[in-house]
Every structure is written in structure tokens, then in C-alpha cells.
């Protein structure tokens, strides 16, 4: 493994009978950084997290987490991973502090120690009055919550998180997000897997994007929006002018887009600070008036519709057959 790198996978194959679900990936995220992984349902994120994480083995290529090979030093690299899944499991039966506690013993942990991580994890986690009820009076957002916790019992070196906000308000993954960077500041490793945009945006030092088991894009943010071509004005003028769409031409990087009703304008630009202000000044100076004016950059929505040609929450079915190996 490269010196500085904790997660690193090469050539990464797993099907499932006649279902491909990943084809050949490569992954890196070095220490203390978070890496975005981005696919619809079933676009073959699931899988590679349960290679990357011990609980499933590859049919071809390689991958060494925090030093170790995944499949012949399975062990050591359990004990250097937090794993959150997609789905909760913890015991229905017990207080949302027994559920803790009883991870952090089965982890290794002497029973004090559990105790005092369970106690700080529900304070960190918002959990404090509900700490002593049993996990089926939870709501869906407090069981997130407390599944969170439990993989942050040992406060692992490498922390994989699949789809870790699912089901939970804004205001909950808001506080999530603030938890995650705290982690990372506090030189955490992390996969992140979310189908989420926004969520990729916010917290990821870079992005993968895998569709149909292969990485299709990689790079930070800006460089993937940069392949969608790149920031777009946007005029609405406040009455229809012919000349208004040759007045833009030496703004603009591509042709001018001109609505069926004349008013409204778009054009791919070279984003530059004040674009927006020389364009309305060359447009009044024409004796063109503009009611409205955005300078609009390309979002990981845009990216990704770019990039696969439909969006993330389309369903697939390599990850179904993941999930019932």
C-alpha cells in the first residue's frame, strides 16, 4: 500500500451469478481524508464497501485497508474499522445505552470503558433522553443516530459510512455532517457511499463516481463539475431585443440559447469575477434592459445526469444480489 493511503483497491471484480456489480474499480483515500462514492441503487457502491470492510471477498483484483490486505489479514483489518450500513442492526430489546455498551464490550472494550463511550457517544448524538428506552420505542432518525454511534465505539482509525443519512431530517443530517468533519479534523479516515449530492458536495475531499460496477469519473467537486461544461449565464430581459443574443457573444464560451418567448437567454461561460455586472453594462448600453441575471454553476446533480445519463435513485439489481450473498 502507498505510503500515505488507508483505503486502496485495485482492479476490484464481484459478480453474482450473471450479475456484474463491480468491474475492475480502483479506489484511494489517503489518510485523514474523505472520499465520496456516488452511484445509484445498485451501482456496485454496497458491494465494495463490504469487500473494503471484510464482509464479502473479491473474484479478482486487491485491497489493503489501513495497511492490511482485506482478505488475508481479515482480522487486523477489523480491529482498525467503523462500519455503519444501510440498514440498523442492533437489538430491539435493549436500551439504546445496552446497545452500546454490549458493541463496545464485543469490540474489546472493559466494561467501564464501554460505559463511559456509550455516555459520551449519546451526548454527541443528541441520544441523552432516550438513552434508557428500549430501541423499539426509537423513531427512524434516533435508530440512524445511535447506529452511527455504534461504529464510532472503538474510534477506529477507518471509518466506512454507507449511506449514513438515509431516513434522517435535514436538521439531523445537518448535525451529522458537523460530527463527520469533527472526525476528520481529528485525523479520521472515511468512505463515504450516499446517493445524496449535496451530501458529497459538503463533505467529501473527492468523489468517485461508479455506474454499473465501474469508476466512471474521479476527481474533487470542482473538477467534476468542470467536465459538465462549466458555469451558464442566465438573462431574462425585460422585453424581447433580436440583438440581445449577438450583444453576448464575446462573454460567452458556446452558443446562445434564446427561449421560445425571445426573453429568456442561457450560454455557457468562463465563470470571472463581475461576469455578471460587465454583461447587464454591455447589454444597457445596447439599450437592452434586464429584469433578471445568474451566473449559475454546475451542480453534482448536473455532473452526475452528465456523466451517466439518469439520476442517482435509479434502481439496479447488483447490489440486491450483494445484499442477499
Known sequence: MTHDL???ARGLRKSFGPTVALDGIDLEVPAGAILGVLGPNGAGKTTAVRILTTLSIPDAGSARVAGHDVVREAAAVQRNIGVTAQDATLDEVLTGRENLVMIGRLSGLRRAHARLRASELLEQFDLVDAADRVLKEYSGGMRRRLDLAAGLLTRPPVLFLDEPTTGLDPTSRVRMWEVIRGLVADGVTLLLTTQYLDEADELADRI???DHGRV??????????TQTGGARLELTLSEVHTAAAQVLGPFVEGPVHVSHDGRRLRAPVRA???LASTVVRALDDAGIT???VELRQPSLDDVFFALTGHPTEEPSNADLEAARS
Open 290 to 292: 434586464v429584469d433578471d
Open 272 to 274: 470571472t469575477t463581475g
Open 216 to 225: 466512471i469519473a474521479n476527481g474533487t467537486s470542482a473538477e467534476l463539475k
Open 208 to 210: 468517485v463516481v461508479i
Open 6 to 8: 488507508m483505503i486502496e
